[in-house]
Structures are given as C-alpha cells and as structure tokens.
Antibody, heavy 120, light 109 residues
Framework: QVQLVESGGGLVKPGGSLRLSCAASGFTFSDYYMSWIRQAPGKGLEWVSYISSGSSHTYYADSVKGRFTISRDNAKNSLYLQMNSLRAEDTAVYYC?????????????WGQGTLVIVSS | QSALTQPPSASGSPGQSVTISCTGTSSDVGGYKYVSWYQHHPGKAPKLMIYEVTQRPSGVPDRFSGSKSGNTASLTVSGLQAEDEADYYCSSYAVSGWVFGGGTKLTVL
C-alpha cells in the first residue's frame, strides 16, 4: 500500500530556512512525478512545486519561485523541499503527493502533511 | 495562479444528492479535460475522488460523479452518507501549473 510520510516541519523565523522530506513506499518511486502542495491555516490547497521522475524537469508556483527548491533521491525513495527566505505567508501544512499515471494531471496519493510555522 | 471558485459550504440530508461547483477560466478548467476532486477530512491525507473530469479511481463509490461544462466543473454526491461529510477541493491543470479551489465544506444534516 502506498505510503507518503512527510517530516522536517517546525517553527522558523522569517528569513530562515527549512528542508522538508517525504519518505515514499509501496510503489516504484522512480517511475512517478511528485509534487508538494500546501494549505495555509483556514485556507484552501495551493500547489507549490513539481518534479519529474528523473529530476530533469521542475516547476514552481510564482509565490515560491526563487526561494524553494524541489529535489528527489530515487535511490532513497525520498522527495525534498528546500525552503529559503521564508515568510509568514509560507506558514502552512505541506503535503507530499504522487502524481497519477496516464495524463499526470492529478494527485493519486497524498501524505498527512507536515506543519511549517514562520514566525518571530 | 488564481484559485478556482467553489461555494464555501454545501449540505444535504442522508440519501439526498448534492452538487458542488468549481468555476475557473478558459486557461484552466475550460481549457483542459484535467479537473480532479479531492476529499479532505481535517488532519488526514486528502483523497482523490475524481480525475480527468469524470473518472473515478478504484475504491471510490459510484455515488461520486464528475462533470464539466465550459469553465465550470461539478462534483455530485448521490445518496449522501454521514461519512461523506468533509471538505472537497477541485483542481485543474493550467499552463502555469496546477490550480486548486478554495474548498467546499460538505455537511450531512
């Protein structure tokens, strides 16, 4: 059964950095595109970033471009999100999600999320 | 990227049907057959309910169905059950990435 387990969240000051990790199991990780999606308190979901199966293609929402970096280690079945220059508006639960096969237009599986709080 | 527009709330009694709308633009919902819907019980992992507008993943009851007309997609839940009470989010692929709706809280009365 597919499992996605996020870690690395916590409290960080504005301008600080944090690295999120997502441990994947139950499927062939290297075959799938992956994404990070977040949900700010009381708000809806927001797509953050996307990486192709072999890491050759990465995409970012305008709100995080230049500050966040998505990466993966297929040997370790792990997805990462390096977050720099953090702002209060980055406070959210961050979800790791597996992109569905076929069209690749949807998220087949999600983790339970890790909470990031940016506050002084 | 602008969020898709969903009603903040919807409700129905057990056994009834309810439809949740999701309005975008020709650059997202209207431009692609790539609308998906997610059920989210707070504190848990979101769950895929519908993908590619009308497709239902294995394990999702056929009480859940999706459709699209122009720039508006819809999720219909028939035969409402207590466990359907949750937040529902629509999403669409767009040129600049994915865009989500603001979410609809479905209450089973």
């Amino acid at each position: 059964q597919v499992q996605l387990v996020e870690s690395g969240g916590g409290l960080v000051k504005p301008g600080g950095s944090l690295r999120l990790s997502c441990a994947a199991s139950g499927f062939t990780f290297s075959d799938y595109y992956m994404s990070w999606i977040r949900q700010a308190p009381g708000k809806g979901l927001e797509w953050v970033s996307y990486i192709s199966s072999g890491s050759s293609h990465t995409y970012y929402a305008d709100s995080v471009k230049g500050r966040f970096t998505i990466s993966r280690d297929n040997a370790k079945n792990s997805l990462y999100l390096q977050m720099n220059s953090l702002r209060a508006e980055d406070t959210a639960v961050y979800y790791c999600a597996r992109v569905g096969g076929g069209s690749g237009s949807y998220y087949r599986d999600w983790g339970q999320g890790t909470l990031v709080i940016v506050s002084s | 990227q602008s969020a898709l527009t969903q009603p903040p709330s919807a409700s129905g009694s057990p056994g009834q049907s309810v439809t949740i709308s999701c309005t975008g633009t020709s650059s997202d919902v209207g431009g692609y057959k790539y609308v998906s819907w997610y059920q989210h019980h707070p504190g848990k992992a979101p769950k895929l309910m519908i993908y590619e507008v009308t497709q239902r993943p294995s394990g999702v009851p056929d009480r859940f169905s999706g459709s699209k007309s122009g720039n508006t997609a819809s999720l219909t839940v028939s035969g409402l059950q207590a466990e359907d009470e949750a937040d529902y989010y629509c999403s669409s692929y767009a040129v600049s990435g994915w865009v989500f709706g603001g979410g609809t809280k479905l209450t089973v009365l």
